[in-house]
């Protein structure tokens, strides 16, 4: 890489891509040389060093795909990660030019890490377990990306510290108000005019419960891990998910 990090954006006309632009272009050290949407060809990505992509979910993996084998580094915000794209992507990985990286962050918000940190080590401690996010209305995936790899965290270290399943006598639920199951763990999504990204998790114990919650009321929550992610992403080769393992946490 030359001193100034060369960046493309993809989805840059998106409420995320958009703000990521604009961050971009006001960083340090940094040079936005373009912007794709859907339709466009990304070609040779306008001679980015590397992409951010902030697309939709059915279209992550084939953006993600065309930068990895043109051996660009891509810091990825989209959702719809789960484990089978991922090893695809893994596999995909291996055939790329040498020292590639990708980082799949299923949240860039410094205090949503925390939040999904935090929860991680409360799981242990408690019988009881569950995840409500709340978005705004024009998400069109649920449950949150967030809430998914919360889920997922906290459903591997009950399992690690040996709990069973999540005590709960219900029997009848036609109209799945007990929420999707996420690694075992129940999972609300609520839409609502007015918010951005919002998770609650709640662990209740006998006689107490924990509740821990992060707000993002900005996309501007947002930018500093997009950028540090950015910055730091040719120094880790290979595939990354969460921008944790970037910060040392
Ligand atoms: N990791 C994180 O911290 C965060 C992740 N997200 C995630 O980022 C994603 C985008 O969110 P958001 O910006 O709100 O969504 P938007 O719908 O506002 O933006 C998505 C953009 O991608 C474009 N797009 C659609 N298909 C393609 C394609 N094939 N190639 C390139 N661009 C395409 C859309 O264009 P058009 O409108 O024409 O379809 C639109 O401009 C979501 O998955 C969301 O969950 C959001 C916030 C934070
Ligand atoms: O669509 C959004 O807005 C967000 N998407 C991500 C998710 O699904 O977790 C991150 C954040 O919650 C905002």
Same mark, same amino acid.
């Given at each position: ?10 989805? /840059?006309?998106?409420?995320? +891509? ?47 795909? =065309? &930068?990895?084998?043109? @051996?660009?580094? &891509?810091?990825? @915000?989209?959702? +719809? ?19 590639? +990286? ?6 860039? /918000? ?16 408690? *019988?009881?377990? *569950?995840?409500?996010?709340?978005? =705004? ?9 967030? /809430? ?39 999972? =609300? ?52 998910? +969460? ?7």
């Amino acid at each position: 890489m030359s001193d100034m990090i060369k960046v493309s954006v993809i989805g /840059a006309s998106g409420r995320m +891509g958009s703000t990521v632009c604009d961050a971009v272009e006001a960083a340090t050290g940094l040079e936005l040389v373009g912007r794709f949407d859907q339709g466009d060809d990304l070609g040779d990505l306008a001679g980015a060093d590397v992409v951010v992509e902030f697309s939709v979910p059915d279209a992550s993996p084939a953006n993600v795909a =065309h &930068c990895v084998e043109r @051996g660009v580094h &891509c810091v990825v @915000g989209t959702t +719809g990660w789960r484990e089978e794209r991922l090893a695809r992507l893994r596999a995909q990985i291996e055939k790329a030019p040498e020292g590639t +990286g990708v980082l799949i962050a299923p949240n860039f /918000a410094i205090g949503a890490i925390l939040m999904m940190s935090f929860a991680a080590q409360a799981a242990r401690f408690y *019988e009881s377990v *569950e995840v409500v996010e709340l978005h =705004h209305p024009r998400k069109v995936d649920a449950p949150s990306g967030t /809430a998914a790899r919360t889920a997922d965290l906290i459903g591997a270290a009950r399992e690690e510290a040996g709990l069973g399943p999540i005590p709960d006598a219900t029997e009848h639920d036609p109209d799945g108000a007990r929420g999707a199951r996420v690694h075992g763990v129940p999972v =609300h999504s609520v839409r609502l005019r007015g918010l951005v990204a919002h998770q609650e998790v709640l662990l209740g114990g006998e006689g107490e419960m924990l509740t821990i919650r992060h707000d993002s009321f900005d996309r501007a929550s947002f930018m500093p891990g997009v950028i540090e992610g950015v910055r730091r992403v040719g120094e880790h080769p290979g595939v990354t998910v +969460g921008l944790e393992h970037y910060l040392g946490l």
